[in-house]
């Protein structure tokens, strides 16, 4: 079934959901299709499916096991989200055996799911794409409320000191470019390269709410959100330009004492060979000094 990582597969069956079954008698052909969905990751412990724990990609692996009724299927994901991050439009790539229409198949998948996760679309796809190989970049959307918000608080940071926000643009320029990120992520910089190219960050005000976007090839563990982290101390006060240079210079535990929560974060978009970026930073909602929209 082409490139196959043992994480990203349905599970095995000491986990396989008691419904579903191998069919040894397959006929129909093994066909690619591309997934775009949104999910709310409050309740999830990240994307990549493990044992003990509830996941996006778990809870997509047992829906579509009870719709195509085998677990010979490869499920894959553009990227890993932590646990507690959101995603707007997360992009994966299904293989299975199935004469079901993309459109039917969604929808029967949609109705196996939970409320907080959503497929938005599936189509076919040429036999070698690969959601994670393929994709050219990725962008990641912050939003901090400057205000305490009952009903936006699962998707924003609440930060109640002020914040400059010129300081925090002007400290984005120390992220752009490529840039060894190895201060700001929980990956082992011995086991994997710790080297990004980030393309572009954005900061926008838009009522009560601070947005930033952050576009790059690719992002370590944890790496949004202890940059995030960083801009907020800086806008603070706390920290100068200089001191947040720094971190590039040597390796530093002070990002991740930082590290900002899950719960703003939202992967944004996945983009391929062909995809228009973006043009306009928005905000999943609305926050003003009156109300929530």
Same mark, same amino acid.
């Given at each position: 079934m082409g490139r196959v990582q043992t994480a990203d597969i349905f599970p095995p069956a000491s986990i396989r959901p008691s419904n579903v079954t191998i069919?040894?008698?397959?006929?129909?052909?093994?066909?690619?299709?591309?997934?775009?969905? !949104?999910?709310e990751g409050t309740r999830y412990s990240g994307w990549q499916i493990q044992k003990n $724990? %509830?996941?996006? *990609?778990?809870?997509?692996?047992? &829906? @579509?096991? #009870?719709?195509?009724?085998?677990?010979?299927? !490869?499920?894959y994901g553009a990227g890993r989200t932590d646990a507690g991050v959101h995603a707007? *439009? *997360?992009? $994966?790539?299904?293989? &299975?055996?199935? =004469?079901?229409?993309?459109?039917?198949? %969604?929808?029967?998948?949609? /109705?196996?799911?939970?409320? /907080?996760?959503?497929?938005? !679309?599936?189509?076919?796809?040429?036999p070698q794409f690969h959601a994670r190989h393929d994709a050219l970049s990725r962008s990641y959307l912050y939003q901090i409320s400057r205000r305490r918000t009952? @009903?936006?608080?699962?998707?924003?940071?609440?930060?109640?000191d002020q914040l400059d926000i010129n300081r925090m643009r002007s400290a984005t320029k120390l992220f752009t470019g490529m840039k060894d990120f190895r201060s700001f992520t929980a990956d082992d910089p011995e086991e994997k390269s710790t080297k990004v190219h980030i393309e572009h960050i954005e900061i926008r005000e838009l009522g009560d709410i601070i947005l930033i976007r952050f576009i790059g090839s690719h992002f370590l563990w944890k790496m949004v959100r202890q940059v995030v982290g960083v801009l907020a101390e800086v806008g603070r006060g706390k920290l100068t330009l200089e001191q947040a240079a720094s971190f590039f210079?040597? #390796?530093s535990d002070q990002p991740a004492k930082l590290t900002a929560p899950p719960s703003g974060l939202f992967l944004e978009r996945v983009y391929y060979k062909g995809d228009k970026k973006l043009e306009s930073?928005?905000?999943? =909602?609305?926050? /003003? #000094?009156? $109300?929530i929209r």
């Amino acid at each position: 079934m082409g490139r196959v990582q043992t994480a990203d597969i349905f599970p095995p069956a000491s986990i396989r959901p008691s419904n579903v079954t191998i069919n040894p008698n397959r006929n129909n052909q093994m066909a690619r299709f591309k997934l775009i969905l !949104e999910y709310e990751g409050t309740r999830y412990s990240g994307w990549q499916i493990q044992k003990n $724990a %509830r996941t996006v *990609q778990g809870e997509l692996s047992s &829906a @579509f096991g #009870s719709v195509l009724n085998t677990s010979e299927f !490869e499920l894959y994901g553009a990227g890993r989200t932590d646990a507690g991050v959101h995603a707007l *439009q *997360q992009v $994966a790539h299904l293989e &299975a055996a199935t =004469m079901l229409a993309p459109e039917i198949l %969604r929808r029967k998948v949609n /109705d196996e799911l939970p409320s /907080d996760i959503n497929i938005l !679309e599936i189509s076919k796809a040429a036999p070698q794409f690969h959601a994670r190989h393929d994709a050219l970049s990725r962008s990641y959307l912050y939003q901090i409320s400057r205000r305490r918000t009952a @009903f936006g608080k699962k998707f924003v940071w609440w930060i109640k000191d002020q914040l400059d926000i010129n300081r925090m643009r002007s400290a984005t320029k120390l992220f752009t470019g490529m840039k060894d990120f190895r201060s700001f992520t929980a990956d082992d910089p011995e086991e994997k390269s710790t080297k990004v190219h980030i393309e572009h960050i954005e900061i926008r005000e838009l009522g009560d709410i601070i947005l930033i976007r952050f576009i790059g090839s690719h992002f370590l563990w944890k790496m949004v959100r202890q940059v995030v982290g960083v801009l907020a101390e800086v806008g603070r006060g706390k920290l100068t330009l200089e001191q947040a240079a720094s971190f590039f210079d040597r #390796s530093s535990d002070q990002p991740a004492k930082l590290t900002a929560p899950p719960s703003g974060l939202f992967l944004e978009r996945v983009y391929y060979k062909g995809d228009k970026k973006l043009e306009s930073l928005e905000p999943v =909602m609305t926050i /003003d #000094s009156g $109300a929530i929209r």
